[in-house]
């Protein structure tokens, strides 16, 4: 059928999802047996980089991702992996991704995954194959770590460099789907999702349990390699090709330097880069002479710019000056890049909390965000368009804050509202569409001070922006009003009429969450003794 894409396994999916070094994963684990040992994991912290578990766990628990998400498996699925965790004495620390990159170094390789996923998403709709996240999958993961009481944190941008950081100050193991791990110089280790059987718990002598685990060795790897230097890492990892360069000359260098592949087999084009580039740093002391090297395939007009970005981008493997042992153990912690741009106080401690999303501090910092791409009709317009009016209030909210780093500000004696840029999807393709802000009263404009706004203010801006009265709401019990404000304001803004049997589906919905939630939660989850002692140290 036309618009399918071929079949991938979810392994496969997520080498795709989870950005990385073009090749590497599925190199080490073709070498399993010389790069890792075998684990049996328990009576430890350990540091779980959210974005790959949650992608992990939806693209491998045989989910139907085709209707919009289902939600309600996906949390069982997320509750039984902690579950088996504490079952172990294991204690997790989750670190989610936040907001994009602030030096927007990435920008291309997100609209070309973002293009992809479109992709992935037509064939959904069309019957075909393919792993796209349901829109709330990171949401209800959340849900999830609040209900069970699982430390998280949500970092200002990426978390790569500060899992890394944490993971060495507290000498516990990494778990992650990311090859940027197997560059990073973890001293206790890296664990890939793809090999921890959280489903097998084993006991040893009935008493202690513990889950088999397979852990990467950075000194085994670099000993394959004539006992390569760890500080060449970097470099291979941004010449191979990662998500924050990809130098179109690099592949001048690539095409002249004749790289050697070495005694060890290896199958597929990316493998033979991977060989090639590691056999050949290895024939070098230190970063500094294997760039020279590097510099002298390129034409001399572009040497020192190639020299300056790949500098640059190996800075990307370096220890992160966030500690975010300090929020684990206080409730708040110092992002340098996030003080220096003057946010409000709430504003980065919501964050980090989780409590507002990565699509907020997109907005503050870029004026732009990403609208994500879910399963649909590709020949309608988006979904999220029914939401616009919405995402136009909250960008007035924001309007105010610390100057932006993007281009989307207008001249002061402009009167055209500040715009911000939103990447969305337009057919089988995305476009970058501007939107302006709603310009909101006085009492909304400072957002250092919108958090101490009295609640009847913030009610009436909420119905405000449903365009919806509030004695329509007046005889709805409590924990239905915003369901039922939602509803009418989905009805007043659908392109097509909504039917009688569309309007049943939704209350039925809201009538039987909360009798599930009755029915199979009767009681809170008792914390064990290691997830107590977790929230000891918070």
Not at 77 to 97: G, H, N, R, T, W
Not at 407 to 419: D, E, F, G, I, K
Request: proline share 5%; charged share 20%.
């Amino acid at each position: 059928m036309e618009g399918f894409v071929l079949e991938r396994t979810p392994q496969a999916i997520l080498q795709t999802v989870i950005m990385g070094i073009r090749g590497l994963m599925s190199f080490v684990e073709d070498h399993s047996n010389e790069f890792f040992t075998d684990l049996k994991l328990r009576d430890t912290k350990i540091i779980i980089d959210g974005y790959a578990l949650f992608h992990r766990l939806c693209f491998n628990s045989n989910l139907e991702l085709r209707y919009g998400g289902d939600y309600d498996s996906f949390a069982d699925v997320v509750q039984k992996f902690f579950e088996s965790l504490f079952a172990c004495d294991i204690c997790p620390y989750v670190v989610l991704d936040g907001g994009c990159d602030i030096s927007d170094k990435k920008l291309t390789t997100l609209k070309d995954r973002a293009r992809e996923k479109i992709q992935t998403a037509h064939s959904l709709s069309l019957g075909g194959g393919g792993y796209v996240c349901p829109l709330l999958i990171r949401e209800v993961f959340i849900q999830v770590l609040i209900k069970l009481q699982v430390c998280f944190v949500q970092c200002f941008s990426e978390a790569d460099r500060d899992i890394m950081t944490l993971a060495n100050h507290w000498n516990c193991p990494v778990l992650s789907s990311d090859s940027d791990f197997c560059i990073f110089d973890l001293k206790t280790g890296f664990c890939p999702l793809s090999s921890f059987q959280w489903r097998n718990v084993n006991t040893v002598q009935g008493t202690q349990s513990y889950i088999p685990a397979k852990c990467f060795s950075l000194d085994a790897f670099c000993r394959h390699f004539s006992n390569m230097n760890k500080a060449l890492l970097p470099l291979f990892a941004v010449l191979c090709g990662n998500d924050h360069i990809n130098l179109p000359i690099m592949e001048t260098f690539l095409s002249k330097a004749r790289l050697p592949l070495g005694a060890t087999n290896f199958k597929g084009r990316r493998h033979h880069r991977v060989m090639g580039l590691l056999n050949w740093l290895s024939h070098f002391a230190n970063p500094m002479e294997a760039l020279d090297n590097v510099l002298k395939y390129l034409p001399k007009k572009d040497r020192e710019n190639v020299k300056e970005l790949l500098c640059c981008s190996m800075k990307e493997y370096q220890q992160s000056q966030v500690k975010l042992q300090d929020f684990f153990q206080y409730g708040s912690y110092v992002c340098p890049d996030a003080m220096n741009l003057g946010l409000p106080e709430w504003v980065l401690a919501a964050l980090a909390k989780g409590q507002l999303s990565p699509f907020i501090s997109d907005a503050l910092i870029l004026r732009r965000t990403f609208l994500q791409t879910q399963v649909e009709n590709m020949q309608r317009p988006n979904a999220h368009r029914i939401s616009q009016p919405i995402r136009q209030i909250i960008y007035g909210l924001l309007l105010n804050a610390s100057p932006p780093l993007g281009s989307m500000s207008c001249n002061a004696s402009s009167p055209r509202p500040l715009a911000f840029s939103e990447v969305e999807r337009i057919n089988r393709n995305i476009k970058t569409s501007i939107l302006d802000a709603l310009e909101l009263p006085k009492d909304h404009s400072d957002l250092s001070k919108l958090n101490e706004l009295s609640l009847g203010k913030r009610q009436i801006l909420l119905l405000e922006t449903l365009k919806v009265k509030q004695i329509i709401l007046e005889p709805i019990p409590t924990s239905l009003k915003l369901p039922i404000a939602i509803s009418c304001y989905w009805l007043q803004h659908t392109d097509t009429k909504a039917k009688l049997h569309h309007v049943q589906a939704l209350l039925l919905g809201m009538l039987m969450g909360p009798l599930y939630a009755i029915i199979n939660s009767p009681g809170n989850v008792d914390p064990g003794p290691r997830q107590a002692q977790c929230l000891a140290a918070r």
